[in-house]
Structures are given as C-alpha cells and as structure tokens.
C-alpha cells in the first residue's frame, strides 16, 4: 500500500503569473498559510520574519501531517514485519525514496541511500569510498568557500592516508576561480568535492561545468547541494556529478534526515558504513554478507518517521516548481541587496543576484554582527550570525563572523523591508 504523505494542491492556488521576472511567480500568500509557524506573533505582538532558512527551513502542514499520520495510524518498524502496520510504514518509508529519486532525477532508487543529514552523507563516502580509493599523496581538492561539512571529512582523511588537500580560491567577488582549478586539475586529483551553492555568499557554481572538467582530468566528484537542492532545480544525470549530499531539514522536511546520491557502479564497489541490523543479507559468527543498495548503507532502525516526513516535503516542493521556487528567491534577495546596497557603512559579500541563490550576507560598519542579530530579533526578525561554519571562507574574506538573511518560498519583499527598517534602528542606537 502506498500512503498519501500529503502532497498539496498545485497549480492556481500556489503560482501566479508575475510581471516582474516575465515569468511565473509563486503565489506567496497562499503559501504562507501552508506554514503554520509564520503566523506567529513575537515579541511585542509583531509577527515573525523568518529569515534563517540557510540553517534550516519551515515546515509546512502537510509535512508535520505526514509525520503526525506515521505516528497515529501505522507506527512499526520496517523492512522486518510481515504485519500490516510494518507493511504499509515500509511502502510509506520506500515510497519516500522514490519520491526524492524523481526530485533530483536519479537513474534508480537503489542510488538514493538516506542518512542522518549532508554531513553524514560527505563523511559516509570519506570513510568508504575514501579510505579504499585514497592513497599517500593522492590529491584531494576542495574550494575555499566550503561548510566544514565538506572541509573536515577530508582533513581527517587526509591525516590518516597521507593525501594533499589542494584549494579552489574563491575571487574578491565572490567567484570560484575556474582559472585556478584548471591548473589544480593538471595534478589530476583523485576527488574533487565542492558546494554547488555557498551558505555565506550565495554563489551558484557553475557545477556541470566543474564536474565536466574533473572528470576530463580522471577524479571522482562530490557535489554538496546542502543550498542547492532545497532552492533550485538539481538533476543528478544533467550535473554527472559521481555524489551529491543534502539535508531533508533545509527543504521542508524534519530534522535527522538527508540524502547521498551515488552513482550505482560506485555505491557497488563501496565498503559498508555502519554495520548491524538492516544492512546484512545473511551473518555468521565470523563473518556477514552486505545487503543490497541501498540498504547496505543504512544500518539499524532508520529515520522512519522523517524519511516519510522527507518525502511530503519532496512533494510539497514538486507542487511548487523548483524554477519557479528558484525565480522567486532570486527576486527577493536581487531587492535585498538593492536595499542594503543603500544603507551606508553596509558591505554585502557576494555576487550579483543573478548569480546568486537566496542568501546575503552583510556586516555594517561599527556594529559587530551578533549585536545586530540580537537587536533585529527584538523586532520579530530572525538572522544568523557568525562564521556561518565557514570559517576559512571568513579568513579569506578578512573577517571574524558576518550577519545573513536567508530566504525561502514564503519571504516577502514587506519582509525585507522590516529587516531593513530595523537595521536602521540598530544603527541608530549604536550612533553609527
Ligand atoms: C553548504 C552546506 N553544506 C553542508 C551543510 C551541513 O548541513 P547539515 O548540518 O544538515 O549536515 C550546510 C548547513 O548549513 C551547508 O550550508
């Protein structure tokens, strides 16, 4: 049996033709109402601006539905029971893998194996395909904008095999410096691993591009769509990318799930993860059979409740259109930084919002970033700051910590607005 995990209504309801992109836009309003959260009023009676959904996203209804459904209606365990309630959780659980299979167009299910979040994704292939495939100065490279979810795997590796980690730099504005990477390539690593999207400047990277070349020059390449995938359109067998990793909290859906997509000939060849119930076909006292994939890497008990939680929110998404998702932030932070760009003694880092998804991340002269942060929260506002766990991205840019606004399908540019307001009261109150 196959459940329904609660897909929303599409079409008239949620999108829009919009004249401002000439292109169709998200009807907000209505999806606003899908947030139960955004209608919450905080200090002082104002209502709450979300605008930190870098570090994770709202959940829509039908999401906490399907989680809230698994829970009453059919909570067992799966894969073991021959019970109806084991039958129809592991429909609803499997049924979510096929669900993100489509959303990012992989070739087969078996190529989508769930783990906890994108850094347990990242460090699943360090620690198997990495320590089978990685040798004393072998060359890894990586980019100089990278979450330390994509840095410290591969510091650990490198300590234990003997390996070289090698650098994209990141450009005054913002850009990997493609120029750059070709030479690193001319040392023909054997992985090349980098964000499709940057969590601090918001730079999309030219990844088909990036993986073409790594693959020219013989490396394996792992995509981090921790930014991407909840905000624009991937396609796993447009990008070729060999791995890609991304977080089920970011996109709509719970906590304690995430993705690892790997090519199937790879995913085969690789060693298990964790070992235990689930991920066996058959174990003797001295020895054991791994499953299939993707099972093999999914040791105990999974995360069934969010893996099906995961799935509502693929759907969720789907209903929406991931370029029209993708259309809408680009206008919100292409009128943020328009915005901030008038407010003197305010630096934004970054590139152009053509270039950039939904994420801004600014400092202002004379106010130290956490002040900001606290002083827009008593206003309803909420915004991160800090290294934004990227903290040699702050090196290379000469700064401790920054503040950013993060947007998402439900963000406002009335929501905008009030950031900037009280960034001017904030700036009042320091003298600056
Ligand atoms: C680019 C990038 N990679 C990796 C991660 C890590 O995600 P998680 O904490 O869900 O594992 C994040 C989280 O902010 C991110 O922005």
Same mark, same amino acid.
């Given at each position: 049996m196959t459940r329904d995990t609660g897909c929303v209504k599409t079409g008239a309801t949620r999108v829009t033709f919009g004249m401002r992109l000439g292109t169709i836009m998200l009807d907000v309003t209505a999806i606003r109402r899908d947030f139960p959260i955004l209608s919450q009023l905080h200090h002082d009676g104002v209502p709450l601006v979300y605008l930190d959904n870098a570090a994770t996203s709202q959940k829509p209804e039908a999401v906490i539905r399907a989680i809230e459904n698994y829970y009453r209606d059919y909570n067992a365990n799966i894969h073991r029971g021959i019970h109806k309630l084991a039958e129809e959780a592991t429909a609803a659980y499997e049924g979510a893998r096929e669900r993100v299979r489509a959303f990012i167009n992989a070739a087969s299910s078996r190529e989508i194996v769930f783990t906890r979040n994108t850094t347990e994704a990242i460090n699943l292939v360090a620690y198997t395909w990495g320590r089978v495939n990685i040798r004393a100065g072998d060359v890894i490279v990586l980019t100089e904008m990278e979450h330390?979810?994509? &840095?410290?795997?591969?510091?650990? &590796?490198?300590?234990?095999?003997?390996?070289?980690?090698?650098?994209?730099?990141?450009?005054?504005?913002?850009? &990997?410096? &493609?120029?750059?990477?070709?030479r690193l390539l001319e040392l023909h690593p054997r992985l090349v691993a980098f964000t499709h999207m940057s969590n601090v400047l918001g730079t999309i990277n030219p990844a088909a591009e990036m993986v073409a070349r790594a693959h020219a020059a013989g490396a394996v390449v792992l995509v981090d769509g921790a930014q991407s995938v909840p905000h624009l359109p991937v396609d796993v067998r447009a990008l070729d990318c060999d791995f890609l990793a991304f977080s089920g909290h970011k996109m709509c859906g719970p906590t304690g799930i995430g993705v690892l997509y790997g090519k199937r000939a790879l995913l085969e060849a690789m060693p298990p993860f964790l070992g235990g119930g689930d991920m066996i076909k058959r174990v003797y006292l001295r020895e054991f059979r791994p499953n299939d994939l993707p099972w093999k890497f999914e040791a105990g008990t999974p995360a069934i409740a969010e893996g099906i939680g995961l799935g509502a929110a693929v759907d969720y998404l789907t209903g929406l259109g991931m370029a029209e998702v993708h259309a809408h932030e680009q206008a919100i932070v292409s009128y943020a930084l328009d915005r901030l760009h008038e407010i003197k003694g305010a630096h934004v880092y970054g590139p152009p919002a053509r270039d950039r998804g939904g994420v801004a991340a600014f400092s202002i002269d004379g106010i130290h970033p956490h002040d900001l942060a606290q002083l827009l929260d008593r206003d309803g506002i909420a915004i991160r700051a800090g290294h934004h766990c990227a903290m040699p991205l702050h090196d290379r840019l000469g700064l401790v910590a920054t503040a950013r606004a993060s947007f998402y399908v439900y963000n406002t540019e009335e929501e905008v607005d009030r950031l900037i307001l009280s960034l001017y009261r904030a700036m009042d109150l320091f003298g600056v």
């Open positions: 330390h979810s994509n &840095l410290v795997p591969w510091h650990m &590796l490198a300590a234990e095999t003997g390996a070289h980690l090698e650098f994209i730099p990141v450009t005054d504005d913002g850009y &990997l410096d &493609l120029g750059a990477f070709d």
